[in-house]
């Protein structure tokens, strides 16, 4: 008889504990999500804007190829800054994450995809965050893990901590 009513309120507490997180999952995860994508794209947009050009050095894929390197690195540059401030802040969550998504693609293309692919082995090499400078492996590690980080702020949106939830709520009363 005590064990059944220990199990009962074990199970309670669990089931309580799990309403809370439940709960809270609107809040508190796209939160946490934003504000590290936008102080990963917000360090990466000011080192571009005090750093200079060095998009001359490397090959764009098509048809990011077509515009002009000083073109390709402002709008890298300006995308990067106001795209942090925007999930900061959560507005404009899903155009700013698609953005990015965009420009980390661009970039795993063009800077951290290995130089060469013989085989499974040399795509797996450059699955790595450290650029061995030379060694042609690639480091796409962390520009895919944001990717992934985008995926729910795209499908979910910005949570309900976010400018984009109030916008939200005033259209809809």
Not at 39 to 63: Q, R, T, Y
Not at 88 to 96: E, H, N, Q, V
Not at 134 to 149: A, E, R, S, T, V
Request: glycine share 6%; net charge negative.
């Amino acid at each position: 008889m005590k064990a059944n009513k220990l199990t009962q309120a074990a199970t309670s507490l669990y089931c309580r504990i799990i309403a809370q997180l439940n709960n809270m999952a609107d809040f508190i995860p796209p939160l946490f999500l934003r504000l590290i994508l936008a102080i990963e794209f917000g360090e990466s947009g000011v080192e571009k804007l005090h750093g200079s050009n060095w998009f001359n050095e490397i090959a764009f894929p098509f048809p990011f190829n077509l515009l002009p390197p000083d073109v390709s690195w402002h709008i890298a540059t300006y995308f990067e800054i106001f795209g942090a401030i925007a999930l900061l802040l959560g507005i404009a969550t899903r155009f700013f994450s698609i953005s990015l998504v965009i420009l980390t693609i661009v970039a795993i293309l063009s800077v951290h995809w290995p130089a060469e692919i013989t085989s499974f082995n040399d795509l797996i090499s450059g699955y790595r965050i450290i650029d061995e400078e030379g060694d042609g492996l690639g480091n796409y590690k962390l520009p895919l893990l944001f990717i992934i980080m985008f995926l729910p702020l795209i499908f979910k949106g910005a949570g309900k901590l976010s400018f984009d939830y109030f916008l939200t709520c005033k259209v809809k009363s």
